[in-house]
């Protein structure tokens, strides 16, 4: 198996739409080599525990809402082309996603994190859910198949907190800058959302090398 480990925050759009590409050309070839492991990057790390008002993020981000629409058109061109659904009218906070990492990692411990990381990017980018919240979060779990109830009690703690600033911090410092990054067999970087051509390629060189021996 080749290690796939995939830099990514439930809250980037782009994420969500390389997931999707990835996804179909995972599906077409059942026999992918990859082991695949979602890793944390947060987009916003000095975001308020309690998120911000979406609207009045996007405009400070991108400098006013004609700015914020320019920047959201080739998302939503690329996630029509990916096949993905992105109701951003349904979207009211931006939040901070630490604890939204802390699921992540847990869901690695009992063998379901793309299910979780599945769920999270449809509650936020499809549903509008405030992927911050607590109890949203134990419900995410829930569905994954994880104790909601443990989930619950674990995120009102610290556990595992520093850990996900810390891988954080590792990302940054290993040069990831930006949102997906996928990393093959931890040694070739490759950047951004893309087509599930690529990953066509990248699945048949990985197999004629493993024959090659």
Known sequence: MTQLDIFSDPICPWCYIGKANLDRALLDHPDHPFRIRWLPFMLNPAMPAGGMERRQYLEEKFGGQDG???????????????????????I???????????????????????????ALFRAYFVEGRDIGDTETLADVADGAGLDASLVLRLLNTDQDRQEIVERDAAARGMGVNSVPTFVVGQRHAVPGAQPPELWAQVIAEIAAATQAG
């Open 92 to 118: 009211k906070v931006t939040p901070n996603t630490v604890n939204a990492h802390r699921l992540i990692h847990w869901a690695e411990i009992e063998g379901v994190q793309t299910a979780v990381v599945s």
């Open 68 to 90: 914020a629409v320019k920047a959201y058109t080739p998302v939503l061109e690329h996630a029509e082309k990916a096949g993905v659904e992105i109701n951003l009218d349904r």
